[in-house]
């Protein structure tokens, strides 16, 4: 409570303390100001507000409260600005200092981000919002009757504030200091499944948030005309008030009592020295610039000694199993060491050239766990090395192997040229080279180069138009291999290659056209076309692309009318191709009825409309409106290899995340008189939303395996059924939001 | 260890920071004798830049008085001839554009290096234009001028003016501020299409800017962002991300933008791609990483055990939970599971 007031009283003093002293020692402060209140009302029809609410504080009526502050004198300058106070979305902000000597800013910044509440935050879990959560100890599994379940607001806080301060005076020395704390707290909800295998369900869990960062940032440099040069150093701590989360597990532990463990993120620190500067006025009217920094993550975990896992046979016992870990504590340690240089030149008139380098080394120091959990007690995942059909290349359930994570770093070098040439007043082309060499380490890709080359021509001939076309290609070739012992534990892994690494065959133009054909009136158009084609793909993502349309008619003199309309297209596709089943895993051998290859296309398309102008019917007053229609769609088609299942239906998706919004914001400021002013508002939203993962949520999903179904009593004897909060099924919303507000200006 | 010498000292320092930026507007930091003769200069200097203008351009001069800039105190600010040349001749040929040499910064017969030539005759020695040589917006003859307004009032909670050249299309906002996307967005078309998106980075609700994460006046990184890399970007807000783990996620650790869009998307949490289908791009293997999922097994499945937890909600993340990496034992983390 106290931190909460803390940073709120700070700003107040300053604002009643700062003019005073300002004044006295500027011999003639002049200020300007307002203070503002109102009120809005904001009526909304939905069975859950958090996407109205997402960021925004419109949660029923409320009282908008706000100031400005404006002070300008010989030497010192002051802005203070708070509005939406006491709310939400609460934003306060002081800015002053003295004009080439010092500087500082210390501001408070409020958001709560909502998720779900209502219908789309429920849970059967008692002790929402803390570390422990629990559920009825009665055999069997969840409460099936969710309107019995708890309620909670599925919601973070989140504060940012924090302060700056720079003083540079008559030196080119100059010295800053910032510090800020971002606090998070409020309930997130994650899952988990129930056991190891996805047929044992999941369930969602409200998880606490009560993050914290502190960040702290002092810098000291030298800055001149012709040369720069800083050093600086940040620390940044993270603190998370709950590492753990224990909660029932009623696949684990149907007779309740014994609880699972989610580990939740661990507290971290960050130490970052860097050191920056150019050099200007090299010959060939060169400057030369660099920076360096190093980096020290570091966290302290201690591992879980024993878990709670799955029964063995249901209904029987419970089991609490040793995780056997060679190290009691995981020391986190990444050490990242970067590198960057930039020569930019102008070597003969027209001709605008740079070369650069960066280098960026992640080196991974943590402690290399492993564990060694007992076989066959539900620690271990898959079936034992060579005995099932796709056991991992470790961490068997045989217990041959201890389970040992991969252990990843890399080092990048990137090179690169680039050059630009004024051929004529109209014309100009530009060019480059950027290279890629990474190694890393990592079980399938161990490094790769990437080579990419552009071209863009810009022409401004006619006064009026200006064009710009470029053209990029980029070329990834990996370096990729796996270990026997990998493929052995999953054949399939020869055949998959994944994306963000695959061999790569990149293909982009842009083309953006801006035009003035008279006074007051702009018109502009851009279209992108991007493909990727990941060539030595036989199962992963096999291509992918991109299609963008931007245009945009701008006419009207500001200080009178002016009207802006756009309409934005954009489509991506995504081809993919998969094989499934425990037979032969080369895509390549004749499919079965069980084994075969299939393919997907997801399509994504989205676009939107808007429209908007700013008049001045009088001096005294302003308009202004806009209306946005937006629309987003998303599809994927499935196919199957012929000569592998018939009569399988694999009917196709229509809507990923399909949405449509419709917003009109209309606003009306009036100067009633030099001291008051009115504004007046009215704003419509609308939002419907369709997602084949939320439209018809049931909260609860029985499990065949038990046999159990959706009417079965209150409770059923079905340990692997799967819960949900009912976040993001709810979202439609259809609201009105008028809001007066009267402000005083002197 | 190192870690309580720095919470200690930080925890020394910023109250004593505090304090400091507290006294800010009163005489602690005093300039020296040199820098008041300075200002004293500058004022009558400006005082006599300006009365050559003020006759025919009453309004602009006007509304630069009363800028940072126009600040009589302010030795560092400019008078009228300082930015756009000589008043003389072009008084003496009676005025009108580019008329007697005099530069006009809204035009495009003014050069983009011509005009952020003249505000880096006094800023090129700014901390925060270090990198302007190296930065994107140079090489695209992006000027000062296209973005700033020296002769605009800055807008509620600014010091400085942005040039707005658009009337503002968004949907109702909660602040009244002048937000620095919309400045931005005038040219990036493509980014103001992402910020309105379903799910989007609170931009255009002017919780963060584009300059949180962007320099725009210049960086040696690609796409100009404040970071030496995307992950530390990214980690320096979403900082319970950062790790190090147990059990890491290679994608994870080198490039947050395999899986995620930054500015906006159809998807929650800004996945380029809806899970499964997203994981799916790189993860099949013989059992469920490589089934269809198809929209028989949506909510509506009857019988109702027809659901299936690998495509309603949230797909895969419904069991694999911690994608960013786990510090679970055992198979529990290996597959991200606790």
């Not at chain 1, 700062?18 to 307002?34: C, F, H, K, R, V």
């Not at chain 1, 020569?343 to 280098?359: C, E, F, I, Q």
């Not at chain 1, 976040?727 to 259809?734: L, M, N, V």
């Not at chain 2, 103001?192 to 609170?202: D, M």
Request: charged share 20%; hydrophobic share 30%.
């Amino acid at each position: 409570m106290i931190m909460k007031n803390r940073p709120l009283s700070i700003l107040i003093a300053n604002l009643l303390a700062a003019p005073a002293l300002a004044l006295a020692a500027d011999g003639g402060m002049e200020y300007t100001g307002s203070v503002s209140i109102g009120a809005r009302s904001v009526n909304d029809k939905t069975q859950d507000p958090s996407k109205l609410n997402e960021y925004r504080d419109l949660d029923g009526g409320a009282v908008l409260g706000g100031f400005e502050l404006r002070g300008r004198g010989n030497n010192y300058f002051l802005n203070g600005f708070g509005e939406n106070l006491g709310l939400d979305d609460q934003y306060l902000d002081l800015k002053g200092g003295k004009y080439g000597a010092f500087r500082y800013q210390l501001y408070l910044n409020d958001l709560r981000h909502n998720f779900g509440s209502g219908p789309g935050a429920r849970s059967p879990f008692a002790g929402v919002g803390g570390a422990t959560l629990t559920a009825p100890s009665i055999a069997g599994g969840f409460n099936t009757n969710p309107a019995t379940w708890n309620t909670f607001d599925d919601s973070y806080k989140r504060r940012d504030w924090g302060g700056m301060f720079e003083y540079q005076s008559g030196s080119p020395w100059y010295i800053r200091a910032e510090a800020n704390e971002v606090k998070r707290s409020g309930i997130n909800v994650i899952a988990a499944a129930n056991g190891m295998s996805p047929g044992n369900g999941f369930t969602d869990l409200p998880a606490p948030i009560d993050f914290s960062t502190k960040n702290y940032t002092a810098e000291v440099g030298y800055s001149t005309k012709t040369a720069h040069v800083a050093a600086n150093l940040l620390y940044s701590k993270f603190d998370n008030g709950n590492e753990l989360l224990s909660w029932s597990n009623r696949f684990s532990n149907p007779a309740g009592g014994l609880l699972d463990t989610t580990v939740l993120p661990s507290d971290n620190n960050l130490t970052k020295i860097g050191i920056n500067g150019n050099i200007r006025q090299l010959p060939g009217d060169s400057t030369l610039a660099g920076r360096i920094t190093y980096s020290n993550l570091t966290n302290s975990v201690d591992m879980l000694q024993s878990m709670l896992v799955q029964f063995t046979t249901p209904g029987l016992s419970n089991q609490i199993a040793a995780t056997n870990p060679s190290s009691p504590t995981f020391k986190g340690k990444l050490q990242t060491t970067t590198l960057a240089v930039s020569l930019s030149s102008h070597p003969m008139k027209n001709l605008d050239t740079r070369v650069y380098w960066n280098y960026n080394n992640e080196s991974n120091k943590s402690t290399r766990m492993s564990f060694n959990p007992a076989a066959n007690q539900g620690l271990r995942g898959g079936a034992a090395s060579g005995a099932g059909n796709n056991p991992p290349v470790n961490c068997d359930s045989g217990g041959l192997n201890p389970c040992t994570p991969e252990f990843f770093h890399y080092k990048k070098n990137n090179l690169g040229v680039e050059a630009s040439y004024k051929v004529n007043a109209g014309n100009k082309i530009f060019g480059g080279w950027d290279y890629y060499d990474v190694e890393r380490e990592r079980i399938d890709f161990h490094g790769n180069k990437d080579n990419k080359l552009f071209v863009e021509w810009k022409n401004n001939s006619f006064d009026m138009v200006t064009g710009r076309i470029k053209y990029h290609y980029l070329q990834r070739r990996s370096d990729w291999s796996l270990t026997p012992g990998l493929v052995q534990a999953n054949p399939i892994e020869p055949y998959v290659r994944r994306f963000d690494l695959a061999n790569l065959n990149q293909n982009q133009v842009k083309f953006v056209l801006d035009a003035s054909p008279a006074p007051f009136v702009e018109i502009g158009f851009e279209g992108i076309f991007k493909k990727n084609d990941y060539s030595d793909t036989t199962l992963g993502r096999t291509q992918d692309s991109r299609q963008e349309y931007y245009a945009s008619l701008s006419a009207g003199d500001p200080s009178v009318l002016r009207g802006l309309i756009f309409g934005d297209i954009e489509i991506t596709t995504y081809d993919s191709y998969h094989r499934v089943g425990t037979g032969n895993p080369n895509p390549a051998t004749a499919p079965t009825a069980t084994t075969y290859n299939w393919d997907a296309r997801n399509r994504d398309k989205s676009w939107q409309l808007g429209i908007g102008a700013d008049w001045s019917p009088m001096a005294r007053l302003k308009l202004t409106g806009s209306y946005i229609l937006a629309q987003t769609r998303g599809t994927t088609d499935f196919s199957v290899q012929q000569g592998g299942p018939t009569g399988t239906p694999f009917p196709s998706i229509t809507n990923f995340d399909n949405t449509k919004r419709k917003t009109l914001n209309l606003k009306a400021v009036y100067e009633a008189s030099k001291q008051w002013e009115i504004t007046g508002g009215y704003a419509y939203e609308q939002y419907k939303y369709s997602d084949i993962g939320y439209d018809n949520t049931r909260y609860f999903i029985p499990s065949n395996a038990a046999g159990a179904t959706a009417s079965n009593p209150a409770y059923v004897a079905n340990q692997q059924s799967s819960v949900v909060t009912g976040r993001y099924s709810f979202q439609p919303y259809t609201a009105n939001i008028v809001y007066l507000i009267g402000k005083y200006k002197f | 260890m190192v870690s309580r010498v720095y919470a200690k000292a930080a925890r020394f320092l910023a109250p004593a920071f505090l304090a400091l930026a507290c006294l800010g507007t009163g005489s602690a930091l005093l300039p020296s004798s040199a820098h008041a003769q300075a200002t004293k200069a500058a004022q009558s200097a400006k005082s006599a830049g300006t009365e050559a203008c003020v006759g025919c351009h009453e309004d602009y001069v006007k509304s630069y008085l009363s800028t940072k800039h126009g600040q009589s105190g302010n030795a560092s600010g400019p008078d009228c001839q300082a930015c756009h040349g000589n008043t003389a001749e072009h008084v003496k040929q009676g005025g009108g554009k580019g008329a007697g040499g005099i530069v006009g910064f809204n035009g495009r017969t003014t050069s983009a290096e011509r005009k952020s030539g003249t505000c880096l005759a006094c800023h090129d020695g700014n901390r925060h234009l270090a990198f302007w040589d190296s930065g994107k917006h140079k090489k695209n003859d992006v000027a000062c001028s296209d973005c700033h307004s020296l002769h605009g009032k800055p807008g509620a909670g600014s010091t400085i003016a942005l040039k707005v050249t658009n009337p503002s299309v968004t949907p109702y906002q909660t602040t009244s501020r002048q937000l620095e996307y919309e400045t931005c967005t005038s040219c990036h078309r493509q980014i103001r299409s992402q910020l309105t998106k379903p799910a989007h980075h609170p931009v255009i609700e002017g919780k963060i800017g584009c300059s949180d994460c962007h320099n725009p006046h210049g960086a040696l990184t690609k796409m100009m962002v404040k970071a030496e890399s995307i992950p530390a970007l990214c980690t320096s807000c979403h900082a319970e991300k950062r790790g190090p783990y147990v059990w890491g996620h290679p994608p994870v650790e080198e490039n947050c933008l395999a899986c995620h869009s930054a500015h906006g998307s159809n998807h929650a949490r800004l996945l380029s791609e809806k899970a499964p289908n997203v994981c799916q791009d790189c993860h099949d293997a013989a059992r469920h990483p490589g089934t269809i999922y198809a929209s028989n097994g949506s909510w509506t499945a009857t019988p109702a055990t027809s659901i299936n937890t690998r495509l309603i909600a949230r797909g895969c993340v419904n069991c694999h939970f911690h994608v960013h990496g786990s510090n679970a034992p055992g198979a529990r983390g290996k597959f991200y599971l606790r």
